[in-house]
């Protein structure tokens, strides 16, 4: 039995679907890094400037953050920091509200409330970190 009293089997899975929860914070970076023009294009849509300098840090911050998540370390506070950098960048870039009724609006609206669910599974990770954590002391 896995030191956290899940059968490898579960381990292996719990693994997977926290890839598949940081799934976005691998596929944002590596499409910033392969066309960072496109980077600094979409800061400089979002009035952040300087625009080199966002793009790196949001690159290595999404990067970094997903890869504590993954290998355990902190992983209850890089969930926290994805949950709150995933609600700041909800409420920036999909503003549905402020768009005319239609198909345009409702996948936007759709959008910002699917990232909603994301800081949801977020925090829920961090929460189970760290009860699994207090289990362990």
């Known amino acids: 039995m896995a030191r956290n009293g899940a059968s490898p089997p579960a381990g292996a899975l719990r693994w997977f679907a926290l890839l598949l929860l940081c799934a976005a914070y691998i596929q944002g970076p590596v499409t910033k890094i ?19 300098l966002f793009a790196v840090g949001i690159i290595v911050f999404e ?39 239609g198909q345009g609006r409702a996948m936007a609206m759709n959008g910002f409330f699917e990232h909603l669910g994301l800081v949801g599974g977020f925090i829920v990770v961090a929460l189970d970190d760290r009860s699994r954590r207090k289990g362990d002391t």
């Open 34 to 52: 392969l066309d960072f023009e496109g980077a600094l294009a979409e800061m400089t849509h979002f009035g952040l400037t300087p625009a080199p």
């Open 63 to 101: 990067l970094a953050m997903t890869a504590l998540i993954l290998i355990g370390r902190w992983r209850w506070l890089a969930a926290l920091a994805l949950a709150g950098f995933t609600l700041a960048a909800t409420f920036i870039a999909i503003r549905f509200w402020e768009m005319s009724a």
